[in-house]
């Protein structure tokens, strides 16, 4: 079933000073299954950022449209948006945006609470969560507590919790060493193999060859894409650092 489909997306910034245009996103269309992983790489400035704020509905394109489980979000009043990204959709940040004032637990229910769980059900989701997430040990401390993998374990969680239609990480494994990172993309494979659908922006080779499939960007618009089939992660990597290198060379678009 088609989870996601992006058609035409096109994206327009007007400077403050000057009022010179800017194309970030030319042409993007592409869809996602339910239950893909999906990786979104490019060069800086690519576009890459900017297609996923427009995903994430934190921003507006300026044609085009992207239909969430058969739903516009283009259309999406903006006093409703909150709640709809709060409800479907998860987020995974490279800085964690944990509240330092929170516990860990309190960091994870706080989608619930602003969607007005009862306490008993936001227990009832965040056990087994953070028992796959091995994070039970560190509920009750505060972000300042805990190492970075730790922090994006949590984040992961309350990613989690809402059970959304979509996770959309970005740059998780950017502010985490080899060690932590490693750990993360084992556990979003995990996650994936259970069902959910992830869609992650990342500069990262090593983060991306976990994907099933990967999206190149370039100048806005998709480059290329490749799939991971049964091809293992090392595999992948080697294929998606020939890609890279096409991109950072001037390549021509794949059609």
């Known amino acids: ?9 096109k994206k327009i910034y007007t400077t403050r000073f000057g009022g010179n245009q800017v194309q970030a996103l030319s042409n993007v269309s592409f869809s996602v ?14 576009g890459k950022t900017t297609l996923l704020n427009v995903l994430a509905s934190l921003d507006k394109p300026t044609s085009g449209e992207v239909i969430l489980n058969g739903k516009n979000i283009s259309e999406i009043k903006e006093s409703e948006l909150a709640a709809f990204r709060r409800d479907h959709l998860g987020f995974v940040f490279q800085d964690f945006n944990l509240l330092d004032t929170f516990s860990i637990k309190d960091n994870i229910f706080l989608p619930l609470v602003l969607s007005g769980q009862p306490y008993q059900e936001m227990e009832k989701r965040m056990r087994p969560i953070a028992e ?7 509920l009750e401390k505060f972000p300042y507590e805990v190492s970075g993998g730790q ?19 970005d740059e ?7 060690r932590a990172s490693n750990h993360l993309l084992e556990l979003f494979s995990q996650i994936n193999d ?4 992830i869609i992650m922006v ?3 080779t090593r983060a991306a060859s976990h994907a099933k499939r990967v999206l190149f960007i370039k100048d806005g618009e998709v480059f290329h894409q ?15 650092s020939d890609t890279l290198t096409v991109i950072a060379t001037g390549g021509e678009r794949d059609e």
């Open 202 to 204: 990342t500069h990262s």
């Open 1 to 9: 079933m088609t989870l996601l489909e992006v058609n035409n997306l």
């Open 132 to 138: 796959k997430l091995q994070i039970e040990n560190i």
């Open 194 to 197: 259970e069902g959910q659908t």
């Open 172 to 178: 998780p494994t950017g502010a985490l060493d080899s």
């Open 151 to 169: 922090k994006q374990r949590a984040a992961a969680a309350r990613a989690l919790i809402t059970k959304p239609y979509l996770v959309l990480a």
């Open 33 to 46: 299954e339910e239950g893909e992983y999906v990786a979104i790489m490019g060069e800086s400035g690519s």
């Open 226 to 240: 490749l799939y991971k089939g049964s091809k293992t992660n090392e595999q992948m990597y080697q294929k998606i």
